[in-house]
């Protein structure tokens, strides 16, 4: 079996992250080499072509643990929109992470702005394909984590994910849950296939958008690092930034044929 009632029964009794670890490790390496073999997991490594190996690594070492809860993520998500498989008392979740906390040790300080530009080509990604993302959200029941009430359609999804500011709210997780208490979603996550058919619908549907996000993001880095701005200051549309780029090239070929007319030999 895969994940049972009696797994979530447990884990409601184990407070110390070291035990989250020692009684929940085995399944969450069988699931991630699972995981791994799935396609869209191999897109996300092709799209990530810096990254090469798995999407995400087979080490106990790699998976978060907390009280209550464990959780794990992509190979190089901690800046950007992270594929996210957890597991706390209420459900297992799967689905896109951002993280745009300030967390000690990890990271930058630039990471909250770097996490929100791709949250923003996020949005902007489904602002694009509208009825892709509402047939998504509306087939694999897709909610934000924590506003559940307020993102229960995908039209109130869309209008959340629209108004969120990723900076204030830390994080923001957008994925489906399945529920213990709810007999269809035992069903599903006690059965290793329906429990991996589950999660390629749900991160094969999402990977046009993560793919976006990731691609807008690294092009708005890579423009403002030639326009070396700042990582802080606030972000522009792509356009702005070769706009910008376009004409500080053409106020050099200016000066450059200024300065091929103007010499004159030294006397």
Not at 29 to 40: A, G, T
């Amino acid at each position: 079996l895969a994940f049972t009632r009696a797994d979530f029964e447990d884990l409601a009794k184990l407070g110390d992250p070291a035990d989250v670890a020692a009684r929940f490790w085995p399944k969450v390496e069988e699931l991630l080499v699972r995981v791994n073999q799935l396609q869209c997991m191999r897109d996300v490594q092709i799209t990530r072509s810096r990254a090469p190996g798995p999407a995400f690594e087979v080490q106990q070492t790699r998976m978060r643990v907390r009280a209550y809860h464990w959780y794990v993520f992509n190979v190089g998500g901690r800046e950007e929109a992270q594929f996210k498989i957890g597991m706390d008392v209420r459900y297992l979740r799967m689905g896109l992470g951002f993280n745009a906390e300030l967390t000690p040790g990890r990271g930058s300080r630039f990471t909250p702005y770097r996490v929100a530009r791709a949250f923003d080509a996020f949005r902007e990604a489904v602002s694009r394909r509208p009825y892709a993302f509402h047939q998504l959200a509306l087939r694999e029941d897709l909610r934000v984590e924590g506003h559940e009430a307020e993102t229960d359609d995908p039209m109130k999804l869309v209008a959340w994910l629209r108004s969120a500011d990723v900076k204030a709210e830390k994080w923001v997780f957008l994925g489906s849950f399945l529920r213990p208490d709810n007999p269809a979603d035992l069903l599903v996550l006690g059965d290793w296939d329906r429990l991996l058919r589950k999660i390629e619908r749900v991160f094969d549907g999402l990977y046009p958008f993560w793919q976006f996000s990731n691609c807008q993001k690294a092009h708005s880095e890579r423009l403002r690092a030639a326009l070396d701005l700042p990582e802080d200051t606030p972000d522009r549309p792509i356009d702005d930034y070769w706009a910008e780029i376009l004409k500080c090239l053409e106020e050099a070929r200016k000066c450059s044929a200024t300065d091929s007319t103007d010499s004159r030999p030294v006397q």
